[in-house]
């Protein structure tokens, strides 16, 4: 199949990596429920379930922000790895608990673990990447998010009704195998390349990555769109 083709030639890590974005997003069963078990399971009227879901968005903005800080920081492997395990750990506590406002809570705290791993996942494909097959990688990487996000509500609104606990244990679960998957068989070894220029070698330039974002109201407005965009999914 040529959608499937035209991704021959990456390591395999980067479809370590595929298989695990898929996983992962598949284990995402709750958030496009979330509307409805506030209102039907746990009866939230609408202007409430309106400004529950608001403000659990708005505080999932800085997690992208202070996730490419902890991914420029520490080793992106273990990044992963830690956020995935309070991540499972959070979802499967929340399947076990009885529904109400305090297990969303808790669901929702894994959840920002998930966001808080976006950029080191980003940035791990980045680095097991030659620099001409990058595209092709993060075009795999995008493919497998919305394959799991597509799957995602398709098994959830069967568990719905009667077995909606059982999303909350299958979304930890489902992490879990992509962190094994990740742990065994992805290393974060960043590519040796032959460097094009050198500037970036310098590092008494004065640039660095806050005064290049303050010098940029372009970069600014992106950084802000996505991060809106990105706690929407979120």
Not at 84 to 113: E, Q, R
Not at 123 to 131: N, Y
Not at 177 to 197: C, M, N, Q, R, Y
Request: contains cysteine; charged residues 15%; neutral net charge.
């Amino acid at each position: 199949m040529k959608l499937f083709s035209q991704y021959k030639g990456l390591s395999r890590a980067n479809y370590i990596l595929f298989i695990g974005r898929i996983v992962t997003n598949m284990g995402a069963m709750i958030w496009p429920m979330l509307t409805l078990i506030l209102n039907k399971k746990i009866g939230f009227n609408a202007t409430e379930t309106a400004l529950f879901t608001i403000f659990s968005g708005i505080l999932f903005l800085p997690a992208n922000l202070l996730g490419g800080h902890v991914a420029d920081r520490f080793n992106k492997k273990r990044v992963i790895i830690y956020c995935d395990i309070m991540s499972i750990v959070l979802f499967v506590i929340s399947g076990f608990l009885p529904l109400s406002i305090f297990s969303i809570c808790v669901l929702l705290v894994g959840a920002f673990f998930q966001t808080l791993e976006g950029p080191a996942y980003q940035a791990l494909v980045a680095d097991i990447t030659p620099a001409e097959k990058r595209e092709k990688a993060f075009s795999l990487l995008y493919l497998g998010a919305n394959i799991g996000l597509i799957l995602s509500p398709t098994l959830a609104g069967l568990l719905f009704n009667n077995y909606l606990w059982l999303c909350f244990i299958i979304s930890g679960l489902s992490i879990s195998v992509s962190t094994v998957l990740i742990g065994l068989f992805v290393k974060d070894e960043k590519l040796e390349e032959a460097p094009v220029e050198d500037v970036e070698e310098s590092a008494d330039d004065g640039l660095n990555i806050w005064n290049i974002i303050r010098n940029s109201g372009a970069l600014i407005a992106f950084i802000i769109s996505l991060a809106f965009y990105q706690g929407a999914y979120s």
